[in-house]
């Protein structure tokens, strides 16, 4: 079972829809929670990153929430843009050896359409 | 300032050969880690470095170094490449020093295909 599951797996919507992407967790101890946009051909973009403690951060049209207790994070894109087409991935960041790294989940590709 | 930089952008090996990737952290980031990015497996960390030592590693097998100079730039290197080592490799760098909060900026990315 991986550790970061994303759902769904790909996203199909119209131009000026809202749409919200899933993210569940069951790793442990994390220190904080991220969102990266990555457009094909391209390295990935941070959106937001938010601590254990923080339950909802916000860049622009996005908007990341977190739920601690059930490990359980959404990212929600309000009036979606074309280009907002690309792979989200949710990422978390554990303690491992006393060092921060970084587990992906798969991502979820969505396409946004005229 | 300038992005993180990787070279090549496009490399094509055949099996048995070894490659090496090179990253341009963005200019006063001290750490910079290497990803290897395919479609089956999504993002998988490789290793981190910092001022010129491993400072983490994935679990990925000893085919796959790399090391940190002086400048912060980084290469990576994998031997005996194999069909599976087809992948997009990506470098992503930090300042290090700010704790896990950082924002990590990816490159590009090198895209490896081995055949």
């Known amino acids: 079972k991986n550790q970061v599951e994303q759902s769904p797996q790909s996203l199909i919507i119209l131009e000026g829809k809202n749409c919200t992407l899933q993210c569940n967790y069951t790793v442990s101890p994390f220190s904080n929670l991220r969102w990266y946009k990555q457009d094909t051909g391209r390295g990935p973009v941070s959106l937001t990153i938010?601590?254990?403690?923080?339950n909802t951060k916000s860049n622009g049209r996005y908007t990341a929430t977190l739920d601690a207790d059930t490990k359980q994070s959404s990212l929600h894109i309000t009036a979606s843009q074309l280009s907002d087409s690309a792979s989200y991935i949710c990422?978390?960041?554990?303690?491992?050896?006393?060092?921060?790294?970084?587990?992906f989940g798969a991502g979820t590709r969505l396409a946004v359409h005229p | 300032k300038a992005g993180v930089t990787q070279t090549p952008r496009y490399l094509i090996k055949t099996r048995g050969q070894q490659v090496t990737l090179s990253c341009s952290p963005i200019s006063g980031h001290r750490s910079v880690s290497w990803y290897q990015q395919t479609p089956g497996q999504g993002l998988q960390f490789l290793f981190e470095?910092?001022?010129?030592?491993?400072?983490n590693k994935g679990n990925f097998p000893g085919r796959f170094s790399g090391r940190q100079f002086s400048n912060s730039r980084s290469e990576m290197n994998v031997s005996t490449l194999e069909l599976g080592d087809s992948a997009l490799y990506l470098c992503?760098?930090?300042?290090?020093?700010?704790?896990?909060?950082?924002?990590?900026?990816f490159g590009p990315g090198t895209r490896l295909l081995v055949l």
């Open positions: 470095y910092f001022s010129e030592t491993q400072r």
């Open positions: 990422v978390v960041n554990v303690l491992s050896g006393g060092y921060n790294k970084l587990i």
């Open positions: 938010m601590t254990f403690s923080e």
């Open positions: 992503a760098s930090s300042s290090g020093v700010g704790g896990h909060q950082e924002t990590q900026y």
